[in-house]
């Protein structure tokens, strides 16, 4: 399961990236053509946050489709495949969207001194 690596690099960046702050929510975005499973990072996360800064903290993941663009026509196809076919009857499609893995947002506790 190559998730529990990919949650612990991103339990990472976003530790770093709070500098000691308690984070409260991190919104990923996760294309459909990944081949990272949603449900695994979510798992894995929870697991991968205990005693961190973002332990107890909302994690949402946005899924982006599958979207190409045909070498033929330019046409754009959805896709639900690293592949596919265009309505002209084209395989070369170049993926132009939902193979990403992104930290989209983090958010942390402000602290009121």
Do not use: W, Y
């Not at 690099?9 to 709070?18: K, L, M």
């Not at 990944?34 to 996360?45: K, L, T, V, Y």
């Amino acid at each position: 399961m190559h998730e529990l690596g990919i949650t612990q690099n991103i339990v990472a960046i976003v530790t770093e990236h709070a500098q000691g702050a308690k984070v409260q929510r991190v919104l990923l975005q996760i294309g459909k053509l990944s081949a990272i499973m949603p449900d695994a990072i979510r798992f894995c996360f929870d697991i991968c946050s205990q005693g961190t800064v973002l332990e107890k903290a909302k994690l949402e993941i946005l899924e982006t489709p599958g979207l190409g663009k045909c070498c033929e026509c330019g046409l754009e196809v959805p896709l639900e495949k690293p592949f596919g076919r265009c309505q002209c009857g084209s395989s070369q499609i170049d993926v132009i969207a939902g193979e990403e893995l992104k930290i989209k947002e983090i958010e942390i506790e402000e602290v009121c001194v």
